[in-house]
């Protein structure tokens, strides 16, 4: 069954007219157990039966799905809650043929008050005129408000009185309560809030795998650590405006200090990683003394890291950029910062779509670093937002760009591995002491080796760049 609707505001005055009109109430109670950007799970009391209902599609027109369950299956249903239950009294209006529902809310979103409106057909429902009876009473329709959806009402609490309730959901991130933001970021969220709120959950993923860091002496929780902080500085830089800027930039550039003292840590490993594998290029003896000192130096780097992560000035840091995303401030007024999350979105992925084609047809051709470190960062960008803010983005929309994307850097990062690779082939096999050893010969066959590589990685990547250019999407500026 296919559920399309009309939603409006009213008035508190519409007391009087349920009062003079003498309806009947009826008491509805009704909770979640699961809520995504397209799909909800609802139990609901009303009266003395108990239902479960489902819906499936966009805001205004869903398919529905509503079963009658026993007692026992709603109570036990109940302690999965997600968010708030909503209590609220429902009257039935019955006009020129047509039946209205005006629902009074209870408990903590006292005094809201809103008209439901069913229909048969889309067509009814744009041809449909409120009647006279109701015209006083309306604030407003909300049929596209998000924010008054049941479920976000549920979530959110009262949009009038806390807009989103972004505090309660900084509080329930912290105590572990908001496993998915898809059950607490919507499409019509202020993109100030929304990125907030992103950025927050990163930095409690910092905090619980710096936790796991210290514990385990950085064995545990380091390359999860490294990547939250990653995403966290491509987000900020992005979002940069809707911050104080002062601030944002002592921030940027502590998270900046934060992964410089992580990435010789990160150089070692990969070293050690691709050294195994000239087994055969090196002599044992010299391989293992290699191994041995690379082994010592990433102890001592490690340690390095734990000392830094216990230091005052650490602390400090980490206290700077967690009140930057939860006190708020003058700069949420700009209008980059009021803009619906959606709308940002869209116009901030065709952006970086539009540039990486750009970047990549201007640098066709050049091979070195410095030119892949310009042509990368788009894509860093396009799959950080992607990934991080897919819960209001389309998701056919999210999957071909994200695919691209992730083929285009992958690629890449493919690309500058070979490279990393013949350089620490050359240094050390350039630094071996072995008289029986031809250091010239065995360098030559590397960078043979790495010539060829580099050959057919350069022929799949440009494959992958035009993958992405010919990619369909619906993202416009």
Do not use: W
Not at 38 to 67: D, I, M, P
Not at 223 to 250: A, C, P, V
Not at 258 to 267: G, Q, R, T
């Amino acid at each position: 069954m296919r559920q399309i609707e009309k939603k409006y505001l009213l008035k508190s005055d519409v007391q009087t007219l349920i009062n003079d009109l003498q309806l009947v109430k009826q008491d509805v109670s009704e909770f979640y157990t699961d809520v995504k950007v397209c799909k909800e799970v609802k139990y609901s009391k009303v009266g003395s039966s108990y239902y479960k209902t489902v819906k499936v599609g966009a805001t205004g027109s869903k398919e529905l799905n509503t079963t009658k369950v026993t007692k026992t299956n709603y109570l036990k249903k109940r302690e999965k809650i997600i968010g708030h239950k909503i209590l609220k009294s429902r009257y039935l209006i019955q006009q020129d043929r047509e039946k209205y529902f005006i629902d009074k809310y209870l408990d903590n979103l006292d005094n809201l008050y809103m008209l439901e409106v069913l229909f048969k057909s889309r067509k009814d429902q744009l041809n449909f005129e409120l009647p006279d009876i109701f015209r006083y009473f309306v604030s407003k329709d909300i049929t596209k408000d998000e924010r008054y959806q049941n479920k976000n009402l549920a979530l959110l609490g009262h949009p009038e009185k806390n807009p989103y309730n972004i505090y309660t959901i900084f509080k329930d991130t912290e105590l572990g309560r908001v496993k998915n933001l898809n059950n607490t970021i919507f499409k019509e969220m202020k993109t100030s809030d929304a990125v907030r709120i992103v950025l927050y959950k990163l930095f409690i993923n910092l905090k619980l795998n710096l936790d796991l860091i210290l514990q385990t002496k950085a064995n545990e929780g380091m390359k999860e650590f490294r990547n939250s902080l990653k995403i966290s500085k491509i987000i900020l830089d992005e979002y940069k405006k809707i911050f104080d800027k002062k601030i944002i930039q002592k921030v940027k550039i502590h998270l900046k200090l934060m992964d410089s003292a992580l990435s010789m840590e990160k150089n070692l490993r990969f070293i050690k990683n691709e050294l195994s594998h000239m087994s055969k290029l090196i002599d044992p003896k010299e391989m293992k003394k290699l191994q041995k000192s690379l082994d010592q130096r990433h102890i001592e780097e490690k340690q390095n890291i734990c000392k830094f992560f216990t230091t005052r000035k650490f602390a400090i840091i980490f206290k700077q950029y967690e009140l930057l995303l939860k006190e708020n401030n003058k700069s949420f007024l700009s209008v980059e910062a009021q803009t619906s999350i959606e709308n940002n979105l869209n116009y901030v992925v065709a952006m970086h779509n539009k540039e990486a084609i750009m970047l990549y047809n201007k640098y066709e051709g050049c091979e070195d670093e410095q030119s892949y470190k310009i042509i990368k960062k788009p894509f860093k960008i396009l799959r950080a937002i992607l990934q991080e803010f897919d819960m209001v983005i389309d998701p056919t929309q999210k999957h071909i760009m994200l695919d691209s994307t992730n083929s285009v850097l992958k690629k890449l990062i493919d690309f500058e591995n070979i490279k990393k690779k013949q350089l620490i082939a050359e240094t050390y096999l350039s630094n071996l002491k072995i008289k029986s050893f031809n250091h010239s010969k065995m360098v030559k066959t590397v960078q043979k080796e790495a010539k060829n590589a580099i050959l057919k990685k350069e022929k799949i990547f440009h494959s992958s760049i035009e993958n992405f250019k010919n990619q369909k999407h619906s993202f416009k500026e």
